[in-house]
């Protein structure tokens, strides 16, 4: 519907592990952002790339990383899982008038 | 202080009431500003943009108040399907970019 894809749906990890999210964006959206929402909680922004270059990143360790590819695609990487990493990841790109279409998220748990 | 404050609610009301949601913003040299809607466990929609001069979509008319750096959503003859949570969202422009801040949303319950 909005024409952003992530997968997978769910995961589950353990403590210490490394884990990728991935997300495919609408054609044409130079612009992806990734998210985190814990439970209760609204998204806080992890970072942002534009044209495969990060140009914006919220209150999260280096331990967080990504990338963005060429064809619109993007990965959300996180190296030595906490427990307080288990949450709803988002990915949304950006259209005109800086308006967000979200994909439907990757819940991950972290055990 | 929070970049965005929202009272979390859950507001309840009755099928058919006017129900206004309030939030404040931080930051002097936000741009633009949206509501989203979010369904549980469900991803975040956009609801509507909000201009300086107000702006009504249907049932939903939103307000921003720069000086008092203050937006409202106002919804009339809510409806069961309106339940939902609500977030505000504000763009500002940063050294590293554009970036958008969510607040934590309000709860809202239409009831029979």
């Known amino acids: 519907e909005t024409g952003v894809t992530q997968s997978p749906t769910h995961l589950i990890k353990t403590r210490g592990q490394q884990v990728t999210l991935r997300c495919s964006s609408q054609?044409?959206?130079?612009?992806v952002s990734w998210y985190q929402q814990a439970l209760g909680q609204g998204p806080q922004f992890i970072f942002q790339y534009y044209r495969e270059e990060e140009n914006g990143r919220g209150n999260f360790p280096p331990r967080f990383s990504g990338l963005q590819f060429p064809n619109y695609s993007s990965e959300l990487n996180v190296n030595a899982l906490e427990l307080d990493d288990s949450a709803l990841y988002l990915c949304?790109?950006?259209?005109?008038?800086?308006?967000?279409?979200f994909g439907s998220g990757t819940q991950l748990s972290v055990l | 202080r929070k970049e965005v404050e929202q009272d979390p609610g859950p507001f309840n009301v009755p099928e058919g009431a006017t129900v206004a949601f309030n939030c404040t913003y931080s930051?002097?040299?936000?741009?633009?500003f949206f509501w989203y809607r979010q369904d549980c466990r469900k991803e975040p929609k956009l609801l509507m943009s909000v201009y300086s001069s107000g702006n009504e979509d249907g049932r939903f008319t939103a307000q921003l108040n720069r000086a008092s750096q203050y937006i409202s959503l106002l919804i009339r003859d809510s409806k069961l399907s309106d339940s939902a949570t609500y977030l505000c969202?504000?763009?500002?422009?940063?050294?590293?970019?554009?970036?958008?801040?969510f607040g934590t949303g309000t709860q809202l319950k239409v009831e029979l």
């Open positions: 949304a790109s950006r259209g005109p008038n800086e308006k967000l279409f």
């Open positions: 054609s044409g959206h130079n612009t």
């Open positions: 969202v504000v763009n500002f422009l940063t050294g590293g970019g554009n970036k958008l801040t």
């Open positions: 930051n002097s040299a936000s741009q633009s």
